[in-house]
């Protein structure tokens, strides 16, 4: 009852995602759009595989999907749309479908979301419709989060919060990286992640200097800083968090460090606000690291949206002109990088409310001494 | 030492790919090729990263990546490129760098790797060349792999058995599909995994019978199929690999089925060779599995090449015209699936070597009745 009740509310809201879209598609004077986004057709259908194509009209909603997926279409997409079951190619399946669709004549595609290769295919197999590169339309749409969806993010920040208390324990020097991959993971699965958003990061001493590491074979050294930057994944809403600790006792210019970034990390987490511009929600922690005359060492941007991907819209960055919507979920995560000795980030969620930003992720931010 | 030896092996491997590469491009009647795929780019070059762009003539090999992989860059790809280290855009600064090259006028670009947003560029910044599409230019050099492209595949099939012969003994009826794969995942990090090539399937019960199931909660009861389909990465080469148990003991009718599937994996395996089409490879298993009236339950297609990506080309599928080539690494994974009821599938990966096909995952095949 309650897995229908859940799928229900999915429907309704998705629903409504699709009458907004429609009135997107009218504001861009389209008479329809190809989706080949898989986010995008993922959070206008609630299809989860990785193989699909989605025509939206005024009149129409056309879902196209191959025969692996016969099963999981009718359970995800129902009545949703069309669903078109194909055994050979979906492209051909489309354009046999779309002639039968009456009013149709100038046609909007995801510029960002389709390869060269299958741009052809509309000049060469579509050449009775306009073709209309369009950005971001879905994108947009997918800023601002529901109830169902920030549910779904708060349930995979307490699952990665969850996962890294269960680890926390058992870390000690001697370990390599991946091996703490190995534990983070497993206590990631015990708390119900469905996946790993993006590969999980574990950087210790100088390699916690680099901002994309991910895990090595490097054992962890007492006196190392170890960076561990992951997320959790529950109904493919994502979270994203970093926290970085000490093996051993931390030096006095770790702690120096580290309390510039957590310091940092709380002014923007308790400053950031719908409404604000990307810029000045970046200027919140980067202005502070730059006073404490680390800014060079701030190498990357504050902040991205997270929810069906792990990065995606607003963006919080020194050139992000955009402003945050009401209800989006971004990351806040700043760090200082001294190449050669390591490196601090210390990366919260956090929900832009009407009431004020809330903390979605809730391990603690104090500096913790492992082992 | 050994590192560094390993390292000048790489270069002096990619070295000889770029020439090969080199070769292509003047058969092809282009003065150069942009490449964006980082696959691609990754076997020429060496780099891991995410972001990148490689851009080869006969006279100059250009590397751009941004600042975050100012370390990386210098360390992996070294001096086989003209590396750049840019802060804003890599386009801005491709487009920079290109007019200082000489006889350049028609270049080639990689149509299935480039996204329209990004050949709308070529179109707007790059007028002063003529662009032409390319496919497959470098995916042909990786279809035959070299001696160490065939070391690191081992090994990640290697890490990929250690990792399942770790697992069997903690797998027991009332653990959760997630919980299997948290304790497979760990097992395979601790097999030096440095990443999950595609997320992990743990498909138990009549949920066997999706061919692209990943893990739920569903919990293992006795008389459940439960199987494991998952991969190792190791140097970014990839392994692929899926076991299919039961949870208690088999009934008759599990067995027959288990070992319909294991004979047509056994045939394949040990009979598909380099010079072979991909079809009449996939009929090996095919055949037989349509001989004992099981046809319309093997749904998908025999099997596909490994490497830097876990699909790559060779196809082996009723489709597949192509020939396999002398020293591709390909999967061997015949499947039945009786929707509501269970599947199985037994796959292998499988050196096409010139003495006869080469197998590189030693799991057993016989059927394993656990717990």
Not at 151 to 176: K, N, W, Y
Not at 285 to 290: L, P, S
Not at 310 to 321: D, G
Not at 330 to 349: A, H, K, L, Q
Request: charged share 25%; hydrophobic share 40%; net charge negative.
């Amino acid at each position: 009852m309650a897995e229908a009740t859940a799928r229900d509310a999915g429907r309704d809201a998705r629903s409504l995602r699709l009458e907004a879209l429609r009135n997107a598609i009218e504001q861009a004077h389209l008479d329809g759009l190809l989706l080949t986004g898989l986010a995008n057709i993922r959070y206008l259908t609630g299809f989860s595989g990785t193989s699909a194509l989605l025509f939206v009209s005024q009149r129409d909603t056309l879902f196209l999907t191959d025969f692996r997926y016969e099963t999981q279409a009718a359970e995800e997409v129902g009545e949703l749309a069309q669903v078109h079951i194909e055994a050979q190619s979906l492209w051909s399946r489309l354009w046999a479908l779309l002639p039968t669709l009456s009013g149709l004549e100038v046609l909007g595609f995801e510029s960002a979301h389709i390869e060269h290769r299958d741009f052809q295919r509309l000049l060469e197999a579509g050449t009775r419709w306009q073709w209309r590169p369009t950005v971001d339309l879905v994108e947009t749409l997918r800023e601002q989060k529901d109830a169902g969806e920030l549910a779904l993010i708060r349930r995979a920040a307490d699952a990665a919060c969850d996962a890294l208390e269960a680890t926390v324990p058992q870390l000690h020097a001697g370990m390599s990286e991946l091996a703490v991959a190995g534990v983070l993971e497993r206590c990631l699965r015990e708390a119900g992640s469905e996946g790993f958003p993006f590969p999980t990061i574990v950087a210790s001493g100088e390699r916690s200097a680099l901002p994309h590491a991910r895990s090595s074979s490097r054992e962890l050294r007492r006196g190392d800083f170890l960076l561990l930057d992951f997320g959790a994944e529950v109904s493919g809403y994502c979270s994203d968090i970093t926290r970085t600790f000490v093996i051993g006792r931390a030096s006095d210019e770790q702690r120096e460090i580290y309390e510039i970034v957590r310091e940092a990390n709380r002014l923007a987490a308790s400053s950031v606000r719908a409404g604000m511009k990307g810029r000045d929600a970046d200027a919140l922690a980067r202005d502070y690291i730059e006073r404490c005359g680390h800014g060079p060492l701030f190498g990357h941007s504050l902040g991205h949206g997270i929810g069906l991907e792990v990065h995606e819209a607003p963006r919080l960055a020194r050139t992000a002109e955009g402003v945050l919507p009401l209800d989006s979920v971004v990351t806040i995560e700043p760090g200082i990088y001294r190449p050669g000795w390591g490196g601090v980030r210390v990366e919260d969620d956090v929900h832009l409310a009407a009431r004020g930003p809330q903390l979605l992720t809730r391990f603690p931010r104090e500096l913790i001494e492992l082992g």
